[in-house]
């Protein structure tokens, strides 16, 4: 197989993951117009409730597979958990307040969940790679994949077409693009906006906890893992647009091919791969591929 | 004194220069009495302090930069590099290389990140030390990877610094330092530059109406950020004896964020005391709550948030000033 098709898959593989992991941050800064830097402990506590949940379930001696399901399970706890509890008692006091303070109390927020999960799941590694190997391996053209690759790129497309259905197709989607619009003439029409903002957030977090359900398999779980997933979400996010779901999809694409072709071409570059993207398009077009210009307040 | 502290200001006439000196005169002496232990926490915490006034004035004209880290870090690994490398002894030699080393990246940084503002403006110096990080932590044959590398005892002024007198030389060294810096401090929040950053805080485009070039403001401060920075990596290399990555991390940037929010963002008493003090937590709570201290820092963070948001010491001070007639 020719170094073009590996770079195309390894690329198509990995923006599934980037695409997972910033999605959530694209959506709750879209709607909420916050910046969520506690996106990566969310992230984190996604992989930790996964690991937790896929070691529970394989002590029962239960069918394998099934281990798969578990994993969106960990996403809904944190969703319905952390979600309410982080919007309502955090965040709403926050709407409308200056950008930097905003920015700042997730800030802390990401402390205070850093050292939650320490204090609950300890510091030392933890390992549920079973599901990893559960899917056998996929030959394509002479190179051997994991199956769990696929899977990976197939509950990306499958989140990302649910949550454009959900956006575009159903009633409370439509309520979120209207507050997306202007807030002020949704209330004025009887939207309930605490209740579009607190499913918003709650939903991102699920999303950011998938991500994390979804990558525990195939990582050690240690503290800090979310600081780089911020990072990384974040230069996807901007690559895109800052907002746009479309956006984040075509960010995670761009990131997930021009890194595996530093992978396969110039692996130095690799680990520069992310920021070069995003300068490169913030140079050319300062908010992303996707956004509009921003008004500027006089 | 006083004044210059709490609001920054350097006119001679408030400042009483011979106070000035005086209280320079004592605290130079304070470090050949006080005990070992905390003229080196004092040391950290004025070093570290430096970085964080820089993070202050850009505070000042509304950016968070969560990536002073990689200033600091980058100071810091001058040293390493300078001694490593080519063998430089000499701790002036050290402090002019690393400030240049500091004002050089932050020459190149500045150039795409002055164009950004508010969360952009954060979360790309937030990328920018994480690449740091990353390439100190990969090219470990240069670098010493995550173990990072030691710093030998410099000689001052050609002469050898004996080990056991190190530690006061060494506080000396960075009260000498933080005196010149919180001296250039005072000059640019005096020059229409530091006023033209209040400005830019309040109404961006208004600057830009006047006359007024907003992003040679932000570029220069940025850079002024930079090297005091890294000057604070440098002193804190030489008081730690040793520096590793995570000096480049975003948990150290994030330490100069939050003292920045305890301190406000008048004055240049503020930032400094703040971070002794908070070195002087620090080094308590580390003893006693290893996994829950950041916990902590991000609940006082929430405090001041609501509580206090232009900071605790600035409130503090407003109040007193207001009861006393």
Known sequence: ?298 | MIRLLVEGDARPATAGWALVAAGIGAALALGWVLPRWLTFVVTQGLAKGLAVMGVVLLMRAGLVSFGQGLYYAGGAYAVGFAARLVGLREATGHAALGVAAGVLLGALVGVVVARYRSIFFAMLTLAFSMVLYGVLIKAYTVTGGSDGMPIPLPTLLGLPVPADRAGAIVYDVTIGCVALAVYVIARYLASPLGFLMRAIRDNEVRVQYLGGSVRRAIYRTYVLAAGLAALGGVLGAFNVGHIDPDLAYWTTSGEFVFVTLIGGLEGVGAPLGGAVAYELVKSYAFKYAPYAWEMVVGIAMLVIIFLFPEGVWVSLARRRRRTSP
């Open chain 1, 1 to 298: 197989m020719s170094t073009l098709t590996i770079i195309g898959v390894d690329g198509v593989v990995f923006a599934a993951w980037l695409f997972l992991i910033s999605v959530g941050l694209t959506l709750i800064y879209g709607v909420l117009r916050i910046l969520n830097i506690a996106h990566g402990s969310l992230y984190a506590l996604g992989a930790y409730t996964g690991a937790t949940l896929l070691l529970a379930y394989f002590r029962h001696d239960l069918w394998p597979l099934g281990s798969l399901a578990v994993l969106p399970l960990a996403a809904l706890l944190v969703g319905v958990t952390a979600g309410p509890l982080i919007e309502r008692g955090l965040l709403q006091r926050m709407y409308g307040r200056d950008e930097i303070l905003q920015l700042l109390t997730t800030y802390a927020l990401f402390l205070i969940l850093e050292d939650v999960m320490k204090l609950v799941w300890g510091t030392s590694p933890y390992y549920a790679y079973r599901p990893y190997g559960l899917l056998g391996q996929v030959s394509l053209g002479g190179v051997v994949y994991p199956g769990y690759s696929f899977l990976l790129v197939g509950i990306a497309a499958l989140t990302g077409a649910a949550l454009w259905a959900f956006v575009n197709r159903s009633r409370f989607g439509r309520l979120v693009v209207a507050v997306i619009h202007d807030p002020e003439i949704s209330v004025a029409m009887g939207v309930n906006l605490p209740r579009v903002y607190v499913v918003t957030f709650s939903l991102g977090a699920a999303l950011a906890a998938l991500g994390g359900a979804y990558t525990a398999p195939m990582i050690a779980i240690v503290p800090g893992i979310g600081v780089e997933v911020i990072v990384v979400a974040f230069a996807v996010v901007v690559v895109g647009g800052l907002g746009s779901l479309e956006g984040a999809a075509l960010g995670a694409l761009i990131v997930g091919v021009v890194r595996s072709a530093a992978v396969h071409l110039l692996p130095t570059l690799e680990l520069f791969t992310i920021y070069l993207v995003m300068a490169g398009v913030l140079l050319l077009r300062p908010y992303g591929l996707l956004a509009g210009e921003r008004v500027r307040r006089l």
